[in-house]
């Protein structure tokens, strides 16, 4: 178990290697970091200046070891726009942007499974049939979209939730909340409607089709044969048996919900990671733009990590075989 | 046959098992399937009733008819299924769970798939324990070690935390067997117990149901294809063809002395150790499929001794001494003769 979790490990470790060179490059890619930060007049001298205090005269080799070194330790370099540290700035936004995401998920989850698990055992009925076609909407509708129809029902229209922004927040340290005001979270539903609507309608037809696929499975039959409950087949052999693929679905979405929480930001104009990506990317910001990728990949590759290992935990049968392979 | 339910009626030899007249259809597209056509046998207290058939005979659906668990679009259509007494083919689905497991339990064939992966060899006992029996967590954890021992499994109280791959295929079956008799069921239903196991396993299995039946009095009915294993087991056999009982009587008779020509072919298709190089009977062509039944006896295109009434009438079982055979050969009644 210890070994299969190293070595999982370093191979995250290797991915975050791979996507360091990419976050790097783009550096030389995108145009002369000197020209973004000077002013066109400035004279010839003064940006060699800039170029010697930001180490860029320094051959490349030499800078990559010192990007990858910063960035190890979180120091992802100085905005262009902002004239402050990436870090900082990303730790500023970070809290509202995992909010959400936590939010949106646990929506997701908790409706899908509940919407799965119904549409499976009460397949012919007119509410298993609606859930079907929603989810259908809900797979098929552009996030923004459904951001701004949202809006415009409950934020134009009926003038119950607000349009944009966090509401107010309560500082817990170095974190903010909005989840202990009410206009923060009556700020929340409407976002984390939007960027989990997709989620839930993925994990709703996956809890689906593989209730369905379980119920027919012999254990089942031999389990009904066997004069357990109704209640006791479903909920407990067969439910368990179905959330070993929603588990990974629902640990890899929570990454792409944090990465493309940049639209439903946007549309929203919620102050968090993705808001700022989207501005740097308009002002070429690139130590942003590059600190993001990092921090996205991150988080991806941690999730990836805990989903692994929450799979041994969850099926006896991997615990075996990877205590065997190791 | 209608005598021979009359004289088990009395309730002092009242069968375990009664099944009276019992059809099962099936919808599907091309009309209705009719899987099992006026099937009756009785199973006393104790015995072993083989039922032994080609692949879609019918012998799995009868058994998954008596405990309940045909699924739609199929359906029991007719007939009777009575458990000591107690009619049960049309019990409300809740009081019918309760009998499953309980008073009727059952083995199916693949071992390895009747297990949950998930979850403990023991839970999965316990559970069953506690769904039909009023004991604590304790007592039937106790009680599942000594259901784990008894069906052979060496040092149960370490085996019981164990998880479902963590058994061979012969081990899993015996918890699958304890799994079916953990609440002292009246009758056990073994469809195919053996026949995903290895040969060397499939003997020790076999002894295991036999020896339980025995020690409980467990009514046994051990569905097969394998003519040797009803012979080894069974006090009775019932020969199934078609969805119909061709033939039924003691398992020496029948072995001995088929009756039916169905019965004839299966039981010189058994090879023999005596070392006779004479060439094994086999049966021209096949089963008819449900939806292509044939008028008359369901046997009559295959059958040697078929005469113009087979292709006409179908026969009805008929008692002929300890056996009761389904076929014209045998019909002493005489009829105005079509020949």
């Given at each position: 178990?210890l070994a299969?979790?190293?070595?999982r ?5 290797g991915?975050m ?13 995108a145009g ?5 930060i ?20 320094d051959?490349?080799?030499v ?5 990858f ?5 979180f120091?992802?370099g ?22 959400l ?12 499974i ?53 509401g107010?927040?309560?500082?817990l ?6 989840l ?31 209730m ?6 012999d ?11 109704t ?18 679905v629902?640990?890899l979405?929570f990454?792409?919900?944090i ?24 002002n070429?910001d ?28 969850v ?8 205590g065997r392979?190791? | 046959?209608?005598k ?19 059809r ?7 009309g209705t399937l009719?899987?099992?056509d006026d ?12 039922v ?8 799995s ?5 008596v405990?309940g668990?045909?699924d739609?679009?199929?359906?029991i259509?007719?007939?009777?299924i ?9 019990l ?16 199916f064939?693949?071992?390895l798939?009747?297990l ?15 769904t039909?029996?009023?004991?604590s ?7 599942a ?6 069906v ?18 012969g ?10 008799i953990?609440?002292?069921?009246e ?9 995903a196991?290895?040969?060397s ?9 036999k020896?339980?039946?025995?020690d ?5 009915m051990?569905?097969t294809?394998d003519?040797?294993v009803i012979?080894e ?11 119909r ?19 004839k ?9 005596a ?9 021209p062509?096949s ?7 044939p008028?008359g ?14 292709r006409?009438?179908?026969?009805e079982p ?11 050969l ?10």
């Open positions: 178990m299969f979790t190293l070595r490990a370093v191979q995250a470790i991915v290697f791979a996507v360091g060179i990419i976050a790097f490059s783009m550096f030389r890619f002369d970091p000197v020209n973004q000077v002013s066109i007049d400035t004279p010839a001298a003064e940006r060699e200046a800039v170029r010697k205090s930001l180490g860029l005269d051959p490349v080799p800078q990559f070891v010192r990007y070194g910063d960035a190890a330790q120091k992802f100085v905005s262009y726009q902002f004239r402050q540290p990436v870090s900082a700035l990303l730790m500023e936004r970070m809290p509202a942007t995992l909010e995401a936590i939010c949106a998920t646990v929506f997701a989850m908790v409706l899908g509940l919407m799965g698990v119904y549409s499976a055992l009460r397949r012919d009925t007119v509410l298993a049939k609606l859930f079907q076609a929603v989810s259908l909407i809900g797979i098929s509708l552009p996030t923004f979209l459904i951001g701004i129809l949202l809006i415009y029902l409950f934020a134009v229209t009926l003038g119950w939730l607000p349009s944009f922004g966090r107010d927040v309560v500082k340290g170095w974190w903010t909340t909005g202990l005001t009410l206009s923060g979270l009556k700020a929340l539903i409407m976002p984390s409607i939007t960027l989990g609507l997709f989620q839930m309608t993925l994990i709703m037809r996956l809890v689906r089709a593989e369905l696929e379980v119920l027919r499975t254990y089942i039959r031999f389990a009904r044969a066997r004069g357990l409950t209640r006791a087949i479903h909920f407990g052999h067969a439910l368990k048996n179905t959330l070993i693929p929603v588990i990974t629902a640990g979405q990454g792409s919900v990465a493309f929480s940049i639209i439903t930001e946007t549309v929203f104009q919620w102050p968090g990671m993705g808001l700022l990506f989207v501005q740097a990317v308009q070429v690139i130590p942003i733009m590059a600190a993001y990728l990092l921090m996205v990949s991150l988080i991806f590759v941690t999730i990836n990590l805990v989903v692994d290992i929450l799979y041994t935990v099926d006896p049968r991997l615990r075996a075989t990877v392979a190791t | 046959m209608r021979t339910f009359d004289k088990s009626a009395s309730p002092m030899t009242e069968p375990v098992l009664s099944v009276r007249n019992l099962v259809e099936f919808a599907s597209r091309r009719r899987a099992i099937v009756s046998f009785d199973i006393a207290k104790g015995e072993v009733l083989g032994v058939g080609e692949s879609g005979a019918g012998k659906v009868t058994g998954l008819a405990i668990l045909i739609p679009p199929g359906r259509a007719g007939g009777e009575h458990l000591a007494g107690l009619r049960i083919d049309n409300p689905q809740e009081e019918m769970r309760r009998i499953r497991g309980k008073r009727i339990g059952m083995i064939q693949d071992p798939t009747s949950n992966p998930l979850y403990r060899v023991g839970d999965q006992i316990i559970e069953t324990i506690r039909h029996l009023n004991l967590e304790t007592a039937a954890r106790r009680r070690i000594d259901l784990l021992a008894e052979g499994i060496p040092a149960p109280e370490k085996r019981i935390d164990g998880y479902p791959h963590e058994f061979s295929g081990m899993r079956q015996r918890v699958v067997i304890a799994l079916a953990c609440a002292e069921p009758l056990i239903i073994a469809d195919e117990p053996t026949t196991l290895d040969v396993v499939q003997a020790q299995i076999i002894s295991l149901i020896r339980l039946g025995r409980h009095g467990t009514a046994v051990l569905v294809h003519m040797g012979a087991t069974s006090d009775r056999v019932a020969v199934m063809y078609a969805g009982v061709a033939e039924i009587g003691p398992v020496q008779d029948v072995v001995r002395n088929p009756l039916h020509p169905y019965a072919g299966l039981m010189g298709a058994i090879p023999t150790l070392g006779d190089d004479k060439r094994l009977v086999q049966i062509g089963m008819p499929r449900l939806s292509a039944i008028r006896c369901s046997f009559n295109p295959r059958c040697a001794f078929a005469f113009d009434r087979c006409v009438d179908r026969p008929l008692p002929r001494g300890t056996q009761s055979v389904a076929c014209h045998y019909d002493n009644v005489p009829t105005e003769s079509a020949a």
